[in-house]
């Protein structure tokens, strides 16, 4: 139900939501800036579109535990919600017109009376609009117009998915002010990967969008990408003394399309191979007895790829078996494993076109040193730019946030908690 920007401003500074917020962002040392930042947003809504009655949204940005680069083959992946969200303030319009405002970017104003893929503009937040309200009322559900001011302390382009929160985050305005909070958070899910490969024009899997629109640590298996099956895994991590800590190695993720599209093209043309449209389809055994042929047809960065993805699906299951079973030691074996075949067959860590920037494999360096045998790292994400995750000790939390901001600059390294819950109506 909206209610009247003022008060809700009023409501913030007194303290009246602060329950509300720890729930929802878990650590009780970040409740007074997310105090401060809700009622920024309120207020900057209020000067761009005056005073109305207003919702506010939140979808959460994700962090993947395990299956890197395994959702568009129909594969497994165990991914969490984080503690970092897009948030927006929200009051309905009586038109078909989004305008919309994001903060640090231009305001933008979207018709939802026609839409047509071939005319989307790639690549904008435009696109990844049309793109979930298409989807939406192609299913049968009812969309339409608002104003919406977004703030959002999601990493750009660091590996938590800022593009798929932003979409769970419409789905979710759209799911509230038109169809009572009733959209399926799977679907949700599907219709922001949906807008991604055909309006934005970025070939993503699903589980990026699952992991905002879901919440909580998850185990997905992709096998039915239509009906993929969803696993709560209950684990807090602080019973195990371990933070998880997420460093931005402040690479740009700008210009490394194409070495993301490259991971699923090679990976599918060696599913092609074998007459199937992804490699979980494929038989294991019959890839290695073929080998050498697709070796010859395809190439030798296709195979080890491929050869990466199968090993990733089977630690996916050993990695949700660990944590099930209290077994930290061999949960954090297997994260490393993870990481070192990211690097040495996924090859996912640094683009071969500008190989003189490595930000990614210096953060790794620095973390094997400072960790020792004590934590691990790993590539974070899409890869080639942007962040690693390691989970560290608490005892040398603040020295490893030391020395990876003595590299990368104040305020890299980011301490989270899981977040327990998905995109969201927050009031």
Do not use: W
């Amino acid at each position: 139900m909206a209610t009247n920007i003022q008060t809700l401003i009023e409501e913030f500074k007194q303290g009246k939501h602060n329950e509300l917020l720890k729930d929802i962002y878990v650590d009780e040392a970040v409740i007074e800036y997310q105090q401060e930042r809700y009622i920024k947003a309120l207020e900057s809504f209020e000067k761009i579109y005056g005073e109305k009655e207003v919702e506010i949204y939140s979808a959460p940005g994700r962090s993947e535990v395990g299956g890197n680069h395994t959702d568009h083959q129909f594969g497994k992946v165990l991914a969490t919600s984080i503690n970092l969200d897009a948030i927006a303030i929200v009051a309905k319009r009586d038109d078909d017109v989004i305008d919309l405002k994001s903060e640090g970017y231009e305001r933008i104003i979207v018709s939802l009376s026609s839409f047509d893929p071939a005319k989307a503009e790639k690549g904008t937040s435009q696109a990844l609009i049309q793109g979930v309200a298409s989807k939406l009322k192609e299913e049968g559900y009812k969309i339409g117009g608002f104003e919406a001011y977004v703030t959002s302390d999601v990493l750009n382009g660091a590996g938590m998915s800022s593009s798929a929160a932003f979409e769970v985050l419409i789905g979710n305005i759209l799911s509230g002010l038109y169809n009572d909070m009733k959209i399926d958070p799977v679907f949700l899910a599907q219709a922001g990967q949906y807008a991604e490969n055909v309006y934005f024009g970025k070939p993503c899997g699903l589980m990026d969008q699952m992991a905002s629109s879901i919440g909580g640590l998850i185990n997905i298996d992709f096998e039915d990408p239509q009906s993929p099956k969803i696993k709560k895994v209950e684990v807090d991590f602080e019973e195990y003394g371990h933070s998880l800590c997420i460093v931005d190695t402040k690479g740009s993720h700008a210009d490394l399309t194409d070495d993301y599209a490259a991971i699923p093209y090679e990976m599918k043309k060696v599913a092609n191979y074998f007459n199937q449209e992804a490699l979980r389809e494929v038989d294991k055994d019959e890839f290695y007895l073929n080998l050498p042929k697709i070796r010859e047809i395809l190439g030798d960065r296709a195979v080890l790829r491929a050869m990466h993805l199968f090993e990733e699906n089977k630690r996916v299951d050993q990695q949700v078996k660990a944590l099930e079973e209290g077994d930290f030691d061999t949960f954090k074996k297997l994260i490393k494993e993870s990481g070192d075949s990211s690097f040495k067959y996924l090859q996912n860590v640094y683009s071969s076109h500008d190989l003189t920037n490595q930000s990614v494999s210096i953060g790794l360096a620095i973390s094997d040193i400072s960790l020792g045998d004590k934590g691990v790292s790993r590539v974070h994400g899409g890869g080639f730019a942007g962040t690693i995750q390691a989970f560290v000790p608490n005892d040398i939390v603040s020295m490893y946030k030391k020395n990876m901001e003595h590299v990368f600059g104040e305020g890299a390294c980011h301490v989270l908690k899981v977040r327990p819950y998905g995109g969201m109506k927050v009031l």
